[in-house]
């Protein structure tokens, strides 16, 4: 970043990824008194908000030679969005942290910004405020604000009660066969070329499922998580919050199309792709037997899919349930273990 | 990191920084929902909501050679903080996004955490939220949000006018001069220990001014900013934000003792250590004549001072008025530039 200033810089980011409007009031009834370009953003929202944060770090979540800086943009904000999507909560506006390593020019920190720009528009976020700053290497750290009528509207992880349905939104595993895909490029030989382009996208451009997050908070979800650290985990923080057990039944999980072929090329087991492996955001749901007619009604209606895979049950803990009716524990995706 | 879990590491982390208080309202009338634990935060807030993100890298910001880990969580947190005390804004909650390289263990993760759960009791500020990542060096990005009862009490960069007051609370220097110190011990020879260690301490534990940020706010203040980047640089965006062009008397800036000291035995300017470097968090602020008594009384009263350093003109940019009467513009900080 030799030679490039940090005003600047700023302010060439500013352009591409925020909406610098003033005194403008979104749909979600939140109004916007001061966005980026000053001490903090200022906002006057209504209702209850809800807050999170997450980050991407080269090295650790993607590599530059397999991952284009736009698709770094575009999956740190989706990523982030996910978290809201499973709270029900409507997106609203996000911040932006950069750390820009020597090695990158100010053409590829435009070209991240575009792909946050993209999402953002996507999704109507107004990006309000952002810092950039050197780093030994590229991070990328978001806060994202969305937005509700009330808190009760919200899904938190506890809530599930036993006799509910567990069920999950959209396709499992493809983030997992993906990224096998883009560091082992002969493993899709065995695939057609539009089913290996669709995994390697779902490794690279994450969707959040916002619409269906808000459709199955609308539908009265009990409990809600989004699956980004793998079936298994996330089903064991619901688990935990909730004080239940949650049973998961391998053979109804929705495996996206070319997930069995990867695993079989690679030697590794597709259940553990779906359930061990992070990164799939979709959502992971518990709702009582008579709201799951109309919350898959609900979810097919933003395009997306509902599958029940299991039941909530008395006791803790997550078990796999096999087609043979044996049964293990999941096994985790902790994104601090090398 | 190795043997060292996310989950586990994170829970540990929440309990030393996070308030897991549920239903609570603060002062602020803000109500925590949900706090720390779930895929987002929850609050009710009233008002207007101020946001502001910042963040300290390792190797950038700070060195583990010289900074106790313990005073990188306070500074992160006190910086981030500083940007709400620069609008006048009272500070409500936080979310800390953590990168955590290899050779950093749970102890010193927690050593980091102990210094933000310090500060964050100081100012009664509530950290709802985290994400701790593996990283290839320190990093911490802090995202704060405060509240005021309109977006109209806060104070905003734009709003200085021809024939305000320029001013300045507490002293200047100190930041850039305990630098100096802490990487050439051998220039505290001429201080005295005490006075030495106080400037040390402004380096490495800055002390956001949030008391005289409100009271300059309610005191009428026309801008205002906080002096992170360098005095001449950040009223050059108070100038450009405005409209305005800034005269800054050099002999009226109110250096920390010791500065003049550590300036002449490392050859350098005093005045360029209060204004062309960073890190002072002191507030400057441009508030009409009529208003400065009331303003320092109530910023007196908040244990700190305010110093008139000049004035507000008609016209654009900054300049440095000396006691000759020559004239020169202010070099800025770039953390961009190595």
Redesign the interface.
Known sequence: ??G????D?IARLVETVADARRERTSKWGV?V??AS?????????H?????????L?????FRRQTAPLGSVGRKALSAALS??A??G?APG?A???L??P?DLDEGGCLELAEGLAQVAAEHDVDV??????????L?V?I????HAD??DE?V???GASPDDVLAVTGELGGAAAGLLLLDRPELAEALGEEVAEALRRRQLDPRPRLAAGRALAAAGASA???VSDGLGGDAGHVAM?SSVRLVIELERLPLQAGVGEVAAAAGVDADDLATARGEDYELLVALPLERVDRASAEVAATGSALTPIGAVEQGEGVVLLAADGSEREPA?F?????
Chains 1, 2 share one sequence.
């Open positions: 970043m030799m490039v200033n940090e005003f810089l109004q008194a001061v370009g000053d001490d903090a953003a200022v906002t006057v929202p209702g209850a908000t809800a807050i999170s944060v997450d980050s770090v080269e090295g650790v979540h978290d809201l499973a709270m909560a506006e911040y932006v942290q750390g820009v020597d309000l405020g952002g810092d950039v700053t050197r780093a030994p290497a991070w750290a806060t994202v604000v969305g009330s808190a919200l938190r992880r506890a809600m998580i989004d919050a985790g902790d994104q601090l273990r090398p």
